[in-house]
């Protein structure tokens, strides 16, 4: 029997909402860096993981990527996804 697919959503504490899906891969969390450089643009890096302890293992390497990109500052947030069977 094929796994259910459904819609994983995302709500950040600024009201940002990211919608994943149809999926029927077992993920638990989101995270999102936004990075500000030196020139006053922001970029931002995002991902889903299976579990709070793998979408936190992200934030080992932020010290490295704000070198090597030069970041003048940035944030790093990781929230639960919420499932739905129908798209929100």
């Known amino acids: 029997?094929?796994?259910?697919?459904?819609?994983?959503?995302?709500?950040?504490?600024?009201?940002?909402?990211?919608?994943?899906?149809?999926?029927?891969?077992?993920?638990?969390?989101?995270?999102?860096?936004?990075?500000?450089?030196?020139?006053?643009?922001t970029e931002v890096f995002w991902g889903h993981a299976?579990?709070?302890?793998e979408a936190d293992g992200k934030r080992a390497a932020l010290g490295e990527a704000a070198r090597q990109r030069g970041w003048v500052r940035h944030s790093f947030e990781i929230v639960e996804l919420t499932a739905t069977d129908h798209q929100p």
């Open 1 to 41: 029997m094929a796994k259910k697919r459904r819609y994983l959503t995302a709500t950040m504490p600024d009201g940002y909402v990211k919608t994943i899906g149809p999926t029927s891969a077992p993920l638990t969390h989101y995270w999102r860096i936004v990075a500000v450089l030196a020139n006053g643009r």
């Open 50 to 53: 299976k579990s709070f302890r």
